[in-house]
Every structure is written in C-alpha cells, then in structure tokens.
C-alpha cells in the first residue's frame, strides 16, 4: 500500500528558506506523478507544483511560488523535495505531498489518491 510522509515543516521568517521532503512507499518511484498541495485556515486546497519523477516534463508551479518555489527529486531515498525561497507570510499553510500513477498534468487535486498526513508551515512578518 502506497504511503507518503512529509517532513520538514516549522516556523521561518520572511524572506527566508525552508526545505520540506516527501517521502514515498509502497509505490515504484518511477512513471509517478507528486504534487504538493497547501491548505492555510479557512481557505481552499491550492496546488503548488508537480513533479513527474520519469523525467522528460518541466514541473507546473503555481503563479504565487513561480520563481521562489522549486521541487527536485531523489531517487534513492524515494523522495520529493520542495525548497521554499524568499518565504512570504502568505505562503503559511499546512503543506501536503500526493501521488498518483502516469504523468502529470494541471495542479487540481483531482486523480491523487494518496496523500500525506500534512507539514505545517508558518512564516511570520
């Protein structure tokens, strides 16, 4: 049974930098697609970036992290990385990690059937 776990989360500054791992089980690391999604108080779940761990597709990112977020990949430990950058308070939320079988397409939580227990993450001004 496939299984993701987050890690990573805490407290930064603004204008700083946080890294949070996905780690995943149970599941071949290839030929996947991993999103992170972030869900803060009283909002909706919004999708942050993808990642299609064959390769050969350019990782989709949300307006609001284009150019400070990035997502990368290592194989061996089976795990999905996303480093935060130049952190603003409004990307405070708790951040979730998700799986689902073939490529990667839009950011909608839509077809991701496995999903992590949630790192929470808060930026202060």
């Known amino acids: 049974q496939a299984q993701l776990v987050e890690s990573g989360g805490g407290s930064v500054q603004a204008g700083g930098s946080l890294t949070l791992s996905c780690a995943l089980s149970?599941?071949?690391?290839?030929?996947?697609?991993m999103a992170w999604f972030r869900q803060a108080p009283g909002k909706g779940r919004e999708g942050v970036g993808n990642?299609?761990?064959?390769?050969?597709?350019?990782?989709l990112y949300a307006d609001s992290v284009k150019g400070r977020f990035s997502i990368s990949q290592d194989n061996d430990k089976k795990t999905m990385y996303l480093h935060m950058n130049s952190v603003k308070p409004e990307d405070s939320a708790t951040y979730y990690c998700?799986?689902?079988?073939?490529?990667?397409?839009?950011?909608?939580?839509?077809?991701?059937?496995?999903w992590g227990q949630g790192t929470q993450v808060t930026v202060s001004s």
């Open positions: 990642l299609y761990t064959s390769g050969g597709y350019s990782s």
């Open positions: 998700a799986v689902r079988v073939g490529q990667c397409g839009s950011l909608r939580a839509a077809g991701f059937g496995v």
């Open positions: 149970g599941l071949t690391f290839s030929g996947v697609c």
